[in-house]
């Protein structure tokens, strides 16, 4: 006979698993599907909100690359994926979130580089795309640690 020692599963990975799942893909995921089935409307909105025309914005999108295209799915569906799998107990939950940060990270390098043509200024996507990564490093931090305690298996 075989034991095997079940750990119990703390309060606060359901917790961080909830809040994880309602953040990237309440977040994220509802933001990646709007920008992939934008309106005129949504891109008026996103132009007000950083100074430029909606069609500025919407020309701008339509210009990203496959590969800033392929890493902006990566970095949010590879987040949802982690959250999931957090809640599942996964230890496969990490590696999610480390190839959700590397996505993450991919389209940041490639929107400074290049930039919306006449945004007003660069500081919402600062403190943006720095709450999102530490978040998303946060989220792979945790995972981690989880694994380490052997509560993801």
């Known amino acids: 006979m075989t034991d095997t020692i079940e750990t119990k599963t703390p309060m606060h990975l359901w917790i961080v ?13 509802q933001n990646y599907l709007a920008v992939k089935s934008a309106t005129p409307e949504y891109y008026a909105q996103q132009g007000e909100a950083i100074g430029v025309s909606g069609d500025v914005v919407r020309a701008y999108m339509e210009s990203y690359p496959l590969w800033a295209n392929i890493a902006f799915g990566i970095g949010v569906w590879c987040a949802v994926l ?10 496969f939950a990490a590696p999610a979130f480390a190839l ?14 290049n ?28 995972a ?7 509560v993801l298996r």
């Open 17 to 29: 698993g909830v809040l994880s799942l309602l953040w990237n893909a309440g977040g994220g995921g």
């Open 82 to 91: 982690g959250s999931i799998l957090l809640l599942f107990r996964s230890r």
């Open 100 to 113: 959700s940060l590397a996505g993450f990270l991919a389209g940041v390098i490639y929107q400074t580089i």
């Open 115 to 142: 930039p919306i043509p006449g945004m007003d200024s660069m500081t919402l996507y600062w403190v943006m795309n720095t709450v999102i990564g530490l978040s998303i490093a946060l989220f792979w931090y945790y």
């Open 144 to 150: 981690r640690r989880m694994t380490v305690a052997g």
